[in-house]
């Protein structure tokens, strides 16, 4: 046996098994990576399940067009309600416009109304009478709170006097002429 030389056989095979081992190695690290994957794949499969089955149970067919249907019904709503407010503004607009017309003849007419209202009014009440009459001669005469005529504010133009009379029930309706006469000359 001494012919035969295994030396170099035997390194080759521990050389193989030394192989072996690291191979062996090597693939268990593998199958170890693998399977922790597989795991985390495993969980998130589990949990992705798990959501979808909620969201399939949580969404039922008949909640969601029950849904939609009362929604459609409040969308008409809110569009009738928003046609009808439409329509009423246009008819505030068009009552504004007829508001306007009337206070424009109302302002052209003047306090005293028209012409022949005014004169109408001043034909039939004495009272009316009277305060033209004392206006053209340049007195006028002023009403309190009750109506009551009490005070008389007398102008004369052509001494650019301005006399102001404060009536009072002592004195007589003759002596308040005589005033008024003698201040208007």
Do not use: C
Request: charged share 30%.
């Amino acid at each position: 046996m001494g012919n035969f030389h295994i030396e170099a056989d035997k390194t080759a095979i521990d050389r193989v098994n030394e192989s072996l081992t690291t191979l062996q190695q090597a693939r268990g690290l593998r199958i170890a990576e693998a399977e922790s994957a597989l795991k985390k794949l495993s969980r998130n499969l589990s949990t992705m399940s798990q959501q979808h089955n909620e969201t399939v149970s949580s969404n039922n067919s008949i909640d969601h067009a029950s849904q939609i249907v009362e929604l459609d019904t409040r969308k008409f709503r809110i569009a009738k309600a928003a046609s009808d407010f439409e329509i009423e503004g246009e008819r505030l607009e068009q009552e504004l416009d007829g508001l306007r017309g009337r206070l424009h003849d109302l302002d052209v007419q003047g306090v005293d109304g028209d012409e022949g209202a005014r004169t109408r009014r001043e034909v039939d009440d004495p009272t009316i009478l009277k305060l033209k009459v004392y206006r053209s001669l340049g007195i006028d005469v002023e009403a309190d709170n009750a109506g009551n005529y009490n005070k008389a504010v007398i102008r004369n133009h052509r001494k650019g006097d301005v006399h102001v009379v404060n009536f009072d029930p002592k004195f007589s309706r003759f002596f308040y002429s005589n005033y008024f006469w003698q201040t208007m000359q």
